[in-house]
């Protein structure tokens, strides 16, 4: 086998340099001097030139040898970098993160979370993005995704599976609706009003006709609608009340005139959940998910609807 560099050779040369002694480098790198003499000598035998000039006093470099010096420093320097970027993956404190969750979980602490971690973690990458309660396993399944956010009713595969946190659905009521001064209410209450739904092949819609068909009425539907900007408009316009996602109607109550009411049958109150791959995942993921964890436990049930009848 044709002999090469090395990197112990490399840097054993460069303390001889830089102590202008065998004996000072063998000292300084726990050798002995005639194996770090050994050493030197092999190497210029490989690369066929002087790299010292030996004397009683110790030695120095030749011209030669002060290149090769030159290079073994960038090179040790390049390793040692290589090596903190390693060990910085390896902690948790360099890498990437990617999260899908549905779009009630971005409404929520979520972005908070990251924020946070990204703050601890600025080297760490996140990508996130928004998908369906189905579309999220599937995607963490696969492997595209490292952590999932969603509603825990669909197929989870072979997944590890964690609770998050309680959603609130609402119903919204434009000022002035008969509905718009109650705090709370029973769905079955609903059966004489108009509403604004989502489409039934969406998972909000169909909850919302099966509980309505649970109650003994079916929905009067004046308009259907694909966003939660679109439901807040069509409701504040008049035609109807709808039922939304706490997060989503609270905070622009004021703002559409809405009355938020809140809904007092137990499917009105729906878990999230997380999941990833059994699998191990990446330090960086593994230190993301302890925190969103961590601050799902620590947050107190802070759901509390807010009626605003401006």
């Known amino acids: ?82 090596q903190g970027k390693l060990s910085d993956y390896s902690s948790g404190a360099r890498g990437e993160v990617r999260i899908s969750a549905n779009p009630t979980s971005i409404l929520g602490s979520l972005p908070r979370d990251i924020q946070t971690f990204a703050s601890r973690y600025p080297q760490v990458r996140i990508w996130l993005d928004e998908r369906s309660s189905s579309q999220v396993v599937q995607a963490v399944a696969s492997g595209e995704t490292d952590i999932g956010i969603f509603f825990p009713d669909v197929p989870k595969h072979d997944l590890d599976v964690f609770p998050y946190q309680p959603v609130d659905r609402v119903l919204i009521a434009p000022a002035g609706h008969p509905l718009a001064s109650r705090e709370r209410i029973a769905f079955e209450e609903t059966a004489e009003f108009d509403f604004v739904l989502h489409p039934e092949a969406s998972r909000l819609g169909a909850l919302v006709v099966r509980a309505a068909a649970a109650c003994g009425f079916a929905i009067r539907c004046k308009a259907h609608v694909e966003t939660q900007e679109g439901m807040r408009r069509l409701v504040e316009a008049g035609l109807g009340v709808a039922v939304v996602p706490e997060r989503s ?30 699998e191990a995942l990446s330090m960086s993921a593994r230190l993301l998910l302890a925190l969103i964890r961590e601050s799902a436990s620590a947050r107190p049930d802070t759901n509390k609807t807010t009626r605003s009848n401006e």
């Open 249 to 278: 109607a609270v905070p622009y109550a004021a703002l559409h005139h809405l009355a938020c009411v809140r809904i007092t049958d137990d499917w009105a109150r729906l878990q999230t959940a997380l999941c990833t791959r059994r």
């Open 1 to 82: 086998m044709t002999p090469s560099l090395d990197i112990t050779t490399l840097r054993l040369f460069l303390a001889v340099v830089e102590e202008r002694s065998m004996a000072k480098a063998a000292e300084r790198e726990h050798i002995t001097t005639p194996a770090i003499s050994k050493r030197i000598v092999e190497l210029e035998a490989l690369l066929d030139v002087q790299l010292l000039h030996r004397s009683n006093i110790g030695v120095k470099p030749t011209a030669a040898g002060l290149t090769l010096a030159n290079d073994a420093r960038n090179i040790l320097a390049a390793l040692a970098a290589a």
